[in-house]
Each structure stands twice: as structure tokens, then as C-alpha cells.
């Protein structure tokens, strides 16, 4: 029964699809005076393609032309999903100007919209079904302001309606709602789990004192200590601004940490210096954990409890691996299984992981061009 879970735990992880990129989110920027509210909403349109057909002539590439001939299709698909209303009744909703831009993860459709509602609101109820029907993942990151005053929620299909105050934010809630997201998102990060677990997997061979499910999890502890540490830094650092780096250049590195990591179980590369692997290491993971808050693009009061309450969802996360991981590895640390799982599923990893890193690093799936 053991042998099938740790099997099973990384089969599900190593067969995966090969665009482990960013999960997919959209970005709803609602600004509300009096009665009326102007609204942004960045879709991406790699989504949208998905969805409703953005490239028409089905060469994998996207052009200006393209794009605009689909607006009205864009701001349809999108605004019928999308309901703005008040303790008086539902507002109404126009669609206005079509942009194009860039976010960490790709080129984005920006939708802009102004809404009228019955009368001024001190509540503001939304209903969120962007891409329900096509991805349970999906998630819209909004950001509301009123008076100066800047509130943020995050929606899903389990959190499709909201209503929102305009008096005041809800501190806790917006934190928990981080904190989850967090969690969430380490859980569907497959690149940040396989590094993870390549890491872990040598763990109970490696113990000090031998054979001991304590020495266990004092290497563990402290590989993902320096994980924690180095992710933490470069989330603050990259979250707050002070460091930009390239997404097509983060994403490339996590891939190749993630071969490096799988690689070093067949063959040593690191020779007792796992923890300092996981820092370095953990330092880009950090800029692919901060590419959700940047696109948000809060404001440094809101970012500042944002950043935190994400960050303890990923650890989190990250400790609920390890508290399954760990007690199945040890006790089958001592099989034949667990030597032919050692090298097989790190080749497998590894495997995985150049996928990803051939897409990521030479871009050899569909094109985001002209735009």
C-alpha cells in the first residue's frame, strides 16, 4: 500500500502536462464614484483563444488584425460573465476601448468598461464565471478602490459571488483569501513541487545519524528551510518592485533547477550540499511565486499583508508535501522499490523538466506575435 502512494504521489506529478507555466488568472481593476464604476479587465489571450477563437487562420500566431476583428466577440464572452450590482438592483454595463499589453506570462486583452448602477453603493455585490465552464483553476485577482481606499478579493468557482464593502476592507478576509491562494498556489505549481521532491527524495538515505526517521527530518528541515528562506526573498524583493527579471528567464531557470535537482539523485552533482542547492535554487522559484502579485499591481499598503498571508499559503502548502512525502519515504527506504524509484522517478523528473525547459527557454509553442 505504501510502494503504490509514493508511486502514485509521483506519477501525478512527473505526468504532467508540458505547459506547466503560470496558472491562469485575469486581473479586474473596478473604480467606483458615486453611481458610476470604470473598470479594466486583463484577459489573456491565450485564454481567450481557448475560449472563443482568436486565431483565425490556425497558424499558432496572433495578430493585431486578428485580435481586432474578435473585439466585440471579447468584450461579449467576457461582460456576459462578469455582473456588477447594488442593494438596489443590478448595474448596467458598456464595454468601452480594447488594448493590448504584456503581464509576466504573456500578452493580455484589456478590456475597459464602465458600469451605472442604481445608486451610489456603500456594497458592492459581484458575480465572477470568467472561464468556469473550461478551467475549475482559473482565478480573477480584483482590485477595487473607492475614496482613496483599496480592496482586493480573489474569485473562483467556489467564490464566484462576493460582496464587497466600500467603507472599509476587510483585512482578514483579503489575508485569508492570500493565504489560500498561496496554498493553492504551491499545490498546482508542478515545477516548484517536482524541485521539491527531487530534493526530498535522497532525504531518508542521506539521514545523520543513518537510519533514523529523525536525522530524517533534520535533513529535510533544512533543505526546505533554505527553500523557504531564498523563495521568501526574492517573493519580497520581486513583490515590492526592487528586482524585475525577465518571465521568459525565470521560467527557463525553475526548469532547469528542476533538472539539476533530478539529475544530482542519478549522478551528484551538489555532494552533501543539498541545502545550499535549495537556496540558490529557491531564489528564482521566488520570482515565479511573485509573478501573481506584480500583475496585480497593489498598491504597497495592500501588497505589503498580500505578500505576507501568500507567502504563509506556500509554506503551508509546502509542508503538507513534505508531512505526506516524508513517513512513506522512510518506510520504504530500506526496499529495493525505493532505490528503483530513486533513480527512475528522478529520471523521469528530469525528463519532465527538459520539456519544459526547451518550451520555456525556445519558445516552441504558439506565438504571441504582432501585438
Same mark, same amino acid.
Given at each position: ?259 539539476? $535537482?533530478? +539529475?544530482?539523485?542519478?549522478?551528484? @552533482?551538489?555532494? &552533501? ?5 535549495? =537556496? /540558490? %535554487?529557491? *531564489? ?5 511565486? $511573485?509573478? +501573481?502579485?506584480?500583475?496585480?499591481? @497593489?498598491?504597497? &499598503? ?5 505578500? =505576507? /498571508? %501568500?507567502? *504563509? ?23 529495493? =522499490?525505493?532505490?528503483? *524509484? ?30
Amino acid at each position: 500500500m505504501m510502494k503504490r502512494w509514493l508511486l502514485g504521489l509521483l506519477l501525478c506529478c512527473a505526468m504532467l502536462p508540458a505547459a506547466a507555466h503560470k496558472p491562469s488568472d485575469s486581473y479586474l481593476s473596478l473604480d467606483v464614484q458615486g453611481e458610476q464604476v470604470s473598470g479594466q479587465w486583463d484577459i489573456a489571450l491565450r485564454d481567450l483563444d481557448y475560449a472563443i477563437g482568436l486565431d483565425q487562420n490556425g497558424d499558432g500566431k496572433l495578430t493585431w488584425d486578428e485580435i481586432r476583428t474578435r473585439h466585440a466577440a471579447i468584450a461579449a464572452y467576457a461582460l456576459e460573465r462578469l455582473k456588477l450590482a447594488t442593494d438596489a438592483g443590478a448595474c448596467r454595463v458598456q464595454a468601452g476601448q480594447q488594448l493590448i499589453d504584456d503581464h509576466t506570462d504573456g500578452a493580455y486583452s484589456v478590456l475597459r468598461f464602465t458600469a451605472t448602477c442604481p445608486s451610489s453603493p456603500s456594497t458592492l455585490i459581484i458575480g465572477y464565471r470568467l472561464f468556469a465552464d473550461l478551467d475549475p483553476q482559473h482565478k480573477g485577482l480584483l482590485r477595487l478602490t473607492h475614496a482613496g481606499v483599496t480592496s482586493t478579493a480573489i474569485f473562483e468557482p467556489a467564490h464566484a459571488q462576493q460582496s464587497l464593502s466600500l467603507a472599509a476592507p476587510d483585512q482578514w478576509r483579503q489575508f485569508s483569501a492570500y493565504v489560500k491562494d498561496g496554498v493553492w498556489h504551491i499545490w498546482i505549481g508542478y515545477d516548484h513541487i517536482l524541485f521539491l521532491l527531487s530534493l526530498l527524495l535522497p532525504a531518508v538515505l542521506l539521514a545523520a545519524p543513518a537510519d533514523n526517521l529523525r536525522g530524517a527530518f533534520i535533513d529535510v528541515l533544512k533543505v526546505v528551510t533554505a527553500f523557504t528562506l531564498a523563495h521568501s526573498l526574492t517573493l519580497t524583493l520581486a513583490s515590492l518592485s526592487l528586482i524585475s527579471l525577465p518571465s521568459r528567464l525565470v521560467e527557463s531557470a525553475i526548469a532547469a533547477s528542476v533538472i539539476l $535537482a533530478a +539529475v544530482n539523485n542519478v549522478y551528484p @552533482l551538489f555532494r &552533501g550540499r543539498r541545502p545550499w542547492a535549495a =537556496f /540558490g %535554487f529557491g *531564489l528564482i522559484h521566488g520570482f515565479g511565486f $511573485a509573478s +501573481v502579485l506584480i500583475d496585480l499591481g @497593489l498598491p504597497k &499598503g495592500a501588497l505589503l499583508a498580500s505578500l =505576507f /498571508g %501568500f507567502n *504563509l499559503g506556500v509554506e503551508i502548502g509546502q509542508l503538507c508535501i513534505v508531512a505526506v512525502f516524508l513517513p512513506l519515504a522512510f518506510s520504504l527506504r530500506r526496499t529495493r =522499490f525505493y532505490h528503483h *524509484l530513486l533513480t527512475g522517478g528522478s529520471a523521469v523528473i528530469a525528463l519532465v523538466a527538459l520539456v519544459w525547459f526547451i518550451e520555456r527557454a525556445f519558445d516552441v509553442q504558439a506565438q504571441w506575435i504582432g501585438v
